[in-house]
C-alpha cells in the first residue's frame, strides 16, 4: 500500500458505508478493505505531506469505527510519531487533548485539520460525559496527551474506564513514552519494573514513599522535575542506600542526555552543579538481597492491604510474591498481623 492510495481507499470505504445507509454507527468499515481486513484503529499509510490531507473528507470522517483511539504522541523528536498514530488523528472525529495549543502544533505539523476538544485535569469530571455520549452517538475521538502516552502520567484513565464500562472499545495505538525510553537506555534490568510516577514534591512524604518501595526487587522509574532532581537523589540515596543510578534527561531531543552512576555519586554531582534544564527520568536499581530480607514494615503494610480484598493465605502468597519473600514467613506474619 503507497501512502497515497489512503484518501482513495477511504472514499471508496465511504462510498460503501453511504451506499448501505450506515453513517457513524458502522462498526465494520475499515479504509484499506481491498487487502486484509483492518482491525479498528488500523487505518492504512496516509499522505502525511499533501495539501488534501488538511481538508477532512466525509469519506475520511467516516472510515473510523466508533471509540476512543488512544494515540501515543512524540516526546521530543518529531520522527517518532507513528503512520498509524497519524492517520488516525486525520480519521477521527476529534481530538480530546491536554492543551490545544502543543497538541495544535503536531496535528498542523502534519497537516491533520481534525477538531481538538480539551481533556484536561481541571475539566475532565465536567466534559468526560459530552465525550462519552459523542462516541455513544457514532464518532471517532482520539485522545492525545501533550507528549507520550496518555493515561501515564497523564489524564485518560477516567475516561478508558467509562468506555469500558459502556462497551466502547478503546483502542491502543503504542508509541512514545519517557518511561520506557529511559528504560531502554538506562542499563539497569527490566524484568520487573515499578513504574512510580511523581514522587512527592515535599521531603518527608518523599522519604516516606520511597521507604515503601525500598525493599522491592524490581527497577524503579520515576518523573522529576529538574528543579528537584538534587534533593530527590538526595533522599533516594538516603532512604534506598547506595544503588546503581541513570538520570535520563531530554530523551529524544537535541540535548539528550543519560547519566549513569550510584544515588550518592549522582546525588553528590547535582548539588554542586546548576539546575539542569528539561525534562527528567530517574531509574533506580531495585533492591539486592540483604536489603529486600530486611523490611518487615513494608510486608506488615502490604499485608495489611492485601487483607482488604483478599483470605489470609491468598494475601500472604501475593505479598510475597511480590516482595519476592519465603512465602512461609510471610504467612507467619500474616497470622500474627490477624490476631493484633
Ligand atoms: N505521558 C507521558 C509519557 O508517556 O511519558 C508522561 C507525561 S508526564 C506529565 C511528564 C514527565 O515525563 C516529565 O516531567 C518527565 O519526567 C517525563 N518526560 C517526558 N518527556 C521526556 C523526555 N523527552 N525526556 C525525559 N523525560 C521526559
Redesign the pocket.
Known amino acids: 500500500m503507497t501512502p497515497s492510495n489512503f484518501g482513495h481507499l477511504a472514499k471508496r470505504a465511504a462510498k460503501r458505508v453511504a451506499k448501505r445507509g450506515a453513517t457513524t454507527s458502522s462498526t465494520t468499515v475499515q479504509p484499506n478493505t481491498d487487502e486484509k481486513p483492518a482491525r479498528p484503529g488500523q487505518p492504512s499509510g496516509a499522505n502525511l505531506t499533501s495539501k488534501s490531507g488538511a481538508n477532512k473528507s466525509a469519506a475520511e470522517k467516516s472510515s473510523l469505527p466508533p471509540g476512543l483511539y488512544v494515540v ?1 504522541t512524540p ?2 523528536n518529531l520522527g517518532d510519531i507513528s503512520q498509524r498514530a497519524i492517520d488516525t488523528l486525520r480519521c477521527v472525529d476529534v481530538v480530546a487533548c491536554e492543551d490545544t495549543r502543543v497538541t495544535g502544533v503536531l496535528l498542523q505539523r502534519f497537516a491533520i485539520a481534525t477538531p481538538m476538544t480539551p481533556y484536561h485535569d481541571h475539566n475532565a469530571d465536567r466534559v468526560r460525559p459530552a465525550i462519552m455520549a459523542r462516541m455513544k452517538a457514532g464518532e471517532a475521538v482520539a485522545l492525545v ?10 489524564p485518560g484513565y477516567k475516561l478508558v474506564r467509562d468506555c469500558a464500562e459502556a462497551g466502547i472499545p478503546a483502542i491502543p495505538l503504542p508509541g ?7 528504560l531502554a537506555v538506562a542499563a539497569l534490568p527490566t524484568d520487573r519494573v515499578l513504574f512510580n ?2 514522587l512527592p514534591p515535599k521531603s518527608g512524604a518523599r522519604r516516606e514513599a520511597l521507604m515503601a518501595i525500598k525493599s522491592l526487587r524490581a527497577t524503579l522509574v ?4 529538574p528543579r528537584r532532581l538534587a534533593e530527590c537523589l538526595a533522599d533516594m540515596s538516603a532512604v534506598l542506600g547506595d544503588r546503581e543510578a541513570a538520570m ?6 537535541l540535548h ?1 542526555e543519560v547519566r549513569r552512576g550510584t544515588l550518592a555519586t549522582l546525588a553528590a554531582a547535582y548539588a554542586s552543579e546548576q539546575t539542569p534544564k ?4 530517574l531509574v533506580v536499581a531495585g533492591a539486592a538481597g540483604e536489603q529486600a530480607a530486611a523490611d518487615d514494615a513494608a510486608i506488615d503494610r502490604l499485608l495489611r492491604e492485601a487483607f482488604a480484598t483478599m483470605s489470609l493465605r491468598d494475601a500472604a502468597a501475593t505479598v510475597a510474591l511480590a516482595l519476592n519473600q519465603p512465602r512461609r514467613e510471610v504467612y507467619a506474619r500474616a497470622l500474627a498481623l490477624a490476631k493484633e
Open positions: 501515543a516526546i521530543g496527551s501533550d507528549a507520550g502516552t496518555p493515561l501515564i502520567s497523564d512514545p513514552s519517557a518511561l520506557l525510553a529511559a510516577g511523581f520515576f518523573y522529576e522535575s535520563c534527561r531530554e530523551l529524544t531531543k539528550e528539561g525534562e527528567v527520568v
